[in-house]
């Protein structure tokens, strides 16, 4: 099974304004246990105490097919929170599919909330259960080691999900995202945008590195981190340095989903990551690394190309460069290796 970042053990103090959220518990390839954290406003005519109706049916996907399960969702708790009830649902899943890039499962939820034979709310969301994490220098997912290749996409936000299809033979290139300063309160056509390109990467395997904007407002952070984990595409989201200090209280919210820094490969690597990160972005703007990152060090590193077209074949140029750079003097061990490769120009500055 794979090593993987644990989920959080408490299901408490989520955002107010943030509905649905998925837990994967305990999983292998026999069995897994699935949680599903829902907030639903009540009035105060409502009884305190509401009736679940949920089932989750799957796994659809758009490379493979396989028997359909319908397994009913239960509640494990519930509680009041604030003005409104949070439920923690449960589902128990044999034989589960989990995500991944060359076959992207996902399962529906559907949810009705009764009080007093009463409909109080109704939930529809698509999950996908994904099993990702680092071993050693690596990262690893379903495991098997997993090597990320990802380009920005300055044009994203000129062109429809629908204009801008992803060609079928390159669905493994993960997509560069900058997300805005003020994304919690974007229109509700930014957010639906945003939404929509997620849902498109979660069907179509298309991994995704999403960037956090150095101005956010870290009282936005939690809400924006539990709307990422819900999408199995986003595998890593980069923390600029402004937002470090919240990385361990957000830490809870993210699953099996990856936090990255940035940092430059003109100063020497840091001796360690900050707490609650789980490994390096080290953005290149000159041709190698400096001398002294041939002494790995004990973090996964993804090496980012600046200054160059954002385009598949320049990740497997940097790649065959760096393969090149680690065969001169005082070259990395054998056992090391980059985690992945980006290309591209970003479109927000990290301080380094």
């Known amino acids: 099974m794979t090593t993987q970042t644990p989920n959080s053990a408490s299901c408490h103090n989520l955002p107010q304004h943030v509905q649905f959220r998925t837990i994967l518990g305990r999983a292998d ?4 246990d699935v949680f599903f954290q829902m907030r639903i406003p009540i009035s105060k005519e409502t009884e305190p105490s509401l009736t679940l109706e949920g089932l989750l049916t799957g796994p659809l996907s758009t490379r493979a097919s396989t028997l359909p399960i319908r397994q009913k969702i239960r509640i494990h708790s519930q509680q009041i929170v604030d003005n409104g009830i949070e439920i923690l649902g449960h589902s128990i899943l044999t034989e589960p599919a989990f995500w991944t890039p060359n ?3 996902l399962y529906s939820v559907k949810c009705r909330f009764t009080s007093s034979g009463q409909d109080v709310a109704l939930l529809s969301e698509t999950v996908g259960l994904r099993r990702l994490g680092i071993r050693n220098h690596s990262l690893w997912l ?5 090597v990320i290749r990802g380009v920005t996409c300055s044009d994203r936000d000129n062109k429809s999900t629908e204009q801008r299809p992803t060609p079928l033979k390159d669905y493994k290139t993960a997509e560069i995202i900058d997300l805005s300063s003020g994304v919690s309160s974007e229109t509700d056509s930014q957010r639906l945008k945003l939404d929509e390109n997620l849902k498109s990467a979660d069907e179509d395997g298309r991994p995704i590195i999403v960037r956090l904007h150095p101005k956010s407002q870290p009282c936005s952070i939690p809400a924006v981190i539990c709307t990422l984990t819900n999408h199995p595409a986003v595998l890593l989201t980069v923390i600029p340095n402004t937002l470090l200090q919240e990385v361990p209280k ?3 919210y ?3 989903m990856l936090f990255a820094t940035e940092v430059s490969a003109e100063l020497a690597p840091p001796p360690e990551l900050p707490n609650g990160v789980d490994l390096a972005i080290v953005r290149l703007s000159q041709t190698v690394p400096e001398s002294s990152w041939k002494t790995p060090p004990p973090y996964p590193v993804i ?3 600046t200054g160059v077209p954002s ?3 320049e990740c497997d140029r940097l790649q065959a460069l760096l393969a090149n750079w680690r065969t001169t003097s005082k070259s990395p061990p054998s056992s090391w290796d980059w985690a992945g490769f980006l290309a591209g120009d970003e479109m927000i500055h990290h301080q380094t």
């Not at 379903?142 to 997993?146: A, D, I, L, T």
């Open 254 to 256: 993210k699953g099996t």
């Open 103 to 105: 076959v992207p499962m």
């Open 250 to 252: 957000i830490s809870a």
């Open 311 to 313: 385009q598949r074949q």
């Open 142 to 146: 379903e495991g098997h080691r997993f």
């Open 303 to 305: 090496a980012w190309q």
């Open 29 to 32: 390839d026999l069995k897994a």
